[in-house]
């Protein structure tokens, strides 16, 4: 990677600046797209001066992600919402701004592009987040066949939305829900194993043009992943089994709700289990070994513990 210029798309967001300070720890000359760069700052010390630069852009504007593309080797596009909002929404995004990058990686006749997708991608898929997703990909394929596509379950790690939101919902409410009884399976992966497995990739030439699905070393149910972020934080909060149908009545008032604490949609993606089909490769084809999160989800959980993070654990 010495040398090499990367566009990370998104390199500011929770999995973007892993990726980014993994690749500039390896020397590469990192373009940061992002929507506001004052905001990005943080990410500057993670390599040498001018090693890293956040430029602004718009992801569903290819007059500005083209010139981000200019003169780069590599293309990564990180960019995702989980949910929609006035001004974002699924297909825009995952679809059409998937398009656009790969448009301008046709363009620019880049060396690789690697597109962040997500298990469950599905065109039949009830949920239209699934959609999005399996559209952005198909537009990828269609327009820079050698693309790597990579398909990661829930991403953990100290910055993530899942753990932390229900944490923090557990330090608020002495009840969790179990939205169709907690019974959906997920396949949790740290995020620092997607950014060395990207980094894998692009030594590789032998990943162009494959899809490749990323889990942990281990399956979870939902309702599995909340004992075990009860047991990090030391609460003994109570399960409330929601069936969906309830579930998918409350989500139409609760999306109003700030931070959108549930979905429609949401709900419908909770209908299938979130893990690796074992029909495409994954980390180990690689060489990469997943990280089990019950050795990382203790450290930055703590500080939802009662009494904060440097109470004993019972």
């Not at 929770?14 to 500039?24: K, N, V």
């Not at 929404?89 to 995952?94: K, Q, T, W």
């Amino acid at each position: 990677m010495q040398g090499k210029v990367i566009t990370i798309y998104g390199g500011s967001g929770f999995l973007g600046r892993y990726i980014t300070q993994e690749l500039a720890e390896l020397g590469a000359i990192i373009r940061v797209g992002v929507r506001y760069p004052e905001e990005a700052a943080f990410l500057k010390p993670m390599g040498s001066v001018a090693q890293i630069t956040p430029i602004a852009f718009n992801i569903t504007s290819p007059e500005t992600i083209d010139p981000l593309a200019k003169d780069a080797d590599i293309l990564i596009n990180c960019v995702g919402i989980l949910s929609e909002s006035k001004n974002a929404h699924f297909n825009d995004i995952h679809h059409k701004g998937a398009e656009y990058i790969a448009l301008a990686a046709q363009k620019q006749n880049v060396e690789r592009l690697i597109h962040i997708s997500a298990l469950g991608a599905n065109l039949n898929s009830p949920s239209i987040y699934a959609q999005s997703k399996a559209k952005g990909e198909a537009a990828i394929v269609k327009i820079f066949p050698d693309a790597t596509i990579l398909r990661p379950s829930v991403v953990f790690g100290s910055e993530d939305q899942f753990f932390n939101r229900f944490a923090k919902m557990a330090q608020l409410s002495p009840f969790i829900p179990l939205i169709g009884g907690g019974k959906t399976k997920f396949q949790p992966i740290y995020v620092n194993d997607i950014a060395h497995f990207i980094a894998a990739c692009l030594s590789k030439d032998e990943t162009k043009g494959q899809i490749f699905e990323l889990g942990g070393p281990k399956i979870y149910t939902f309702k599995e992943l909340m004992i075990q972020m009860l047991h990090d934080i030391n609460r003994e909060n109570k399960f409330i089994p929601i069936p969906f149908s309830v579930a998918k009545f409350l989500s139409y008032i609760l999306q109003f709700f700030p931070g959108k604490p549930l979905t429609p949609d949401q709900v419908d993606l909770l209908k299938s289990d979130n893990i690796c089909s074992g029909t495409l490769p994954g980390l180990s084809a690689l060489n990469i070994r997943p990280t089990p999160l019950e050795i990382i989800t203790p450290a930055y959980l703590s500080r939802y513990r009662p009494g904060g993070r440097y109470i004993r654990k019972k």
